[in-house]
């Protein structure tokens, strides 16, 4: 079984997940928080980042449902894994139904500080 993506930047938005996997009527999502981690952002990078952080913190977002393992290598290239801006880690995350096991692309490193 393939894990859901957790996303809380520009893949919430469904014109972006359109123009990064094409038109879906099999993906769906869903109210996501990670804790342990917080948002980050860097003065003139239009994206964000998600880095460990205390217990405490948070990160909101929507998991992504119905993804297949090549849907993978596409995220991978969007996200610039192999250039070191992101890296794709498995977290979990609470939904409504409880803790959900998932990938997500945190701040790797070559992103810009």
């Given at each position: 079984?393939?894990?859901?993506?957790?996303?809380?930047?520009?893949?919430?938005?469904?014109?972006?997940?359109?123009?990064?996997?094409g038109?879906?009527?099999?993906l769906?999502?869903?109210?996501?928080t990670?804790?342990?981690?917080?948002?980050?952002?860097?003065?003139?990078?239009?994206?964000?980042?998600?880095?460990?952080?205390?217990?405490?913190?948070?990160?909101?977002?929507?998991?992504?449902?119905?993804?297949?393992?090549?849907?993978?290598?596409?995220?991978?290239?969007?996200e610039?894994?192999?250039d070191?801006?992101?890296?794709?880690?498995?977290?979990?995350?609470?939904?409504?139904?409880g803790?959900?096991?998932?990938?997500?692309?945190?701040?790797?490193?070559s992103?810009?500080?």
């Amino acid at each position: 079984m393939t894990l859901p993506l957790f996303v809380y930047g520009s893949l919430r938005d469904p014109r972006v997940r359109a123009r990064v996997l094409g038109e879906r009527e099999d993906l769906t999502t869903c109210p996501a928080t990670l804790f342990g981690h917080a948002r980050q952002t860097v003065p003139g990078f239009d994206y964000p980042f998600i880095v460990p952080a205390d217990a405490d913190a948070r990160v909101d977002g929507d998991l992504i449902l119905g993804l297949a393992d090549a849907d993978y290598s596409i995220l991978d290239r969007y996200e610039d894994v192999d250039d070191g801006l992101y890296v794709r880690e498995r977290v979990t995350v609470e939904t409504a139904d409880g803790p959900v096991d998932a990938w997500a692309y945190l701040r790797g490193p070559s992103a810009p500080s």
